[in-house]
């Protein structure tokens, strides 16, 4: 029997936009995956904390965003796990909860170029491929990639999304709209929450 497809989104999501759920949608199309799963880390690895919104807002922020597409779950593992979230951790526990699953890891151009510095990444890559995306700001050096870890990457077309949370941190703080930029559910949430004032 073929194994279901299943693209791990990870990320701070703080908070999600819509340059997060296109990269979603894009790898599942470009990749043929089954389902994407968005998992907020609790914290991430390359950070010491998250600098806007905490764990409870931004896994609430993913559901709203991911609702009603039948392709996109939220998940939970990282947050329910707490600690430092270490992409090796959750995809051992992910792959040992779904042995049925084929997985995947999705991310963007900044991070295709960061895999070197994650933590295992010998390990990670043993373990599963990535999808990387293109993202406006990084041009990707295939070069300083040391072949183990290219070789695990495969490029999905994504139209350039120039949007990142911290540039959405940065216009609510100065009192932009955020309109179009994130999911209307998660800008009715921000404002509700009064986050990132
Ligand atoms: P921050 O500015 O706080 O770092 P971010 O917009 O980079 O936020 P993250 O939660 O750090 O969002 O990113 C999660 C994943 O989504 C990463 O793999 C990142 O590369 C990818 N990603 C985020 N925004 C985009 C985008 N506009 N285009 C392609 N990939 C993206
Ligand atoms: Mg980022």
């Not at 995956?33 to 993913?62: N, Y």
């Not at 593992?77 to 992910?94: D, F, H, W």
């Not at 599963?128 to 700001?137: E, M, N, Q, V």
Request: glycine share 8%; hydrophobic share 40%; charged share 25%.
């Amino acid at each position: 029997m073929k194994k279901r497809k299943v693209g791990i989104m990870g990320g701070t999501f703080d908070p999600i936009h819509l340059g997060h759920l296109l990269a979603g949608e894009c790898a599942r199309e470009g990749a043929g995956l089954d389902e994407v799963w968005f998992v907020p880390v609790f914290l991430p690895p390359h950070k010491e904390q998250t600098p806007g919104a905490d764990s409870r807002q931004r896994w609430e922020m993913v559901c709203l965003a991911v609702e009603g597409n039948p392709y996109f779950r939220p998940i939970d593992v990282e947050i329910a796990k707490g600690g430092k979230s270490y992409s090796i951790e959750t995809v051992q526990i992910l792959q040992q909860r779904y042995p049925d699953l084929l997985f995947s890891y999705i991310i963007g151009a900044d991070m295709v170029q960061y895999l070197p510095n994650w933590h295992r990444i010998d390990e990670l890559v043993r373990r599963i491929g990535f999808i990387g995306l293109k993202r406006p700001g990084t041009e990707i050096r295939w070069d300083l990639l040391p072949e183990h870890i290219r070789s695990c990457v495969t490029i999905v077309d994504m139209p350039s999304v120039d949007i990142s949370s911290t540039v959405i941190r940065e216009r609510l703080k100065t009192g932009h709209s955020v309109r179009y930029m994130v999911p209307d559910k998660v800008r009715l949430y921000i404002e509700e929450e009064k986050l990132y004032g």
